[in-house]
């Protein structure tokens, strides 16, 4: 097994007696709400990409809390134009 770490400095793999961490960069958007559902939902729509981001929206919608939704809400302006767009459609439709 391989873990591994979005950073925002380089790309490198270290090696921890027989395990192997990976350290992958990733833009900052990508990294922002580190631990919360909101940061794992700004980064499952990334890995998702544009063309499967509108369906995996239709399923947040009756998953999230209130709460969660405002908190990716207001990232927005942080993020990619076409996550931000899928964003909305949550927001004017949850």
């Not at 499952?44 to 709460?67: D, F, H, M, V």
């Amino acid at each position: 097994m391989r873990a591994v770490y979005l950073t925002s400095g380089p790309n490198r793999r270290l090696k921890l007696g027989a395990q192997t961490v990976e350290l992958r960069h990733a833009p900052i958007w990508q990294l922002i709400f580190p631990g919360r559902v909101a940061g794992e939902v700004v980064r499952a729509l990334a890995w998702l990409g544009p063309e499967k981001a509108g369906e995996a929206i239709l399923k947040l919608r009756a998953k999230l809390l209130p709460s969660e939704l405002k908190e990716v809400a207001s990232a927005r302006s942080r993020l990619p134009t076409w996550m931000a767009k899928e964003i909305s459609c949550l927001v004017m439709h949850g």
